[in-house]
């Protein structure tokens, strides 16, 4: 619908949803590895891969999720819709 009537975000969302299908399935066989690791023997975890333990690999998502917070408000100050009073 969004589409039909020319919307901007709904082209930008139609383009990241087939950018996103392209892209896993020219990686999935770099990934396969990964995909079945459970099923099949050893568990390949993140933590695992670095090296470091489950909780400095959860320490860092934390951070990453409040700064992502912290930059969308940033951004939505930034960019957002002026309010008139």
Avoid at 18 to 43: A, H, K
Avoid at 44 to 54: E, F, M, Q, R, V
Avoid at 65 to 77: C, D, I, N, R, V
């Amino acid at each position: 619908m969004g589409l039909s009537t020319l919307k901007t975000d709904a082209l930008f969302y139609i383009i990241g949803v087939l950018l996103g299908v392209f892209v896993f399935g020219e990686t999935i066989p770099l990934l396969n590895d990964f995909f079945i690791s459970g099923f099949w023997g050893e568990r390949i975890t993140i933590y695992g891969i670095l090296g470091i333990s489950a909780g400095v690999v959860g320490f860092f998502v934390l951070l990453m999720a409040l700064g992502g917070f912290w930059g969308a408000e940033w951004a939505e100050k930034r960019f957002g819709e002026k309010e008139e009073v």
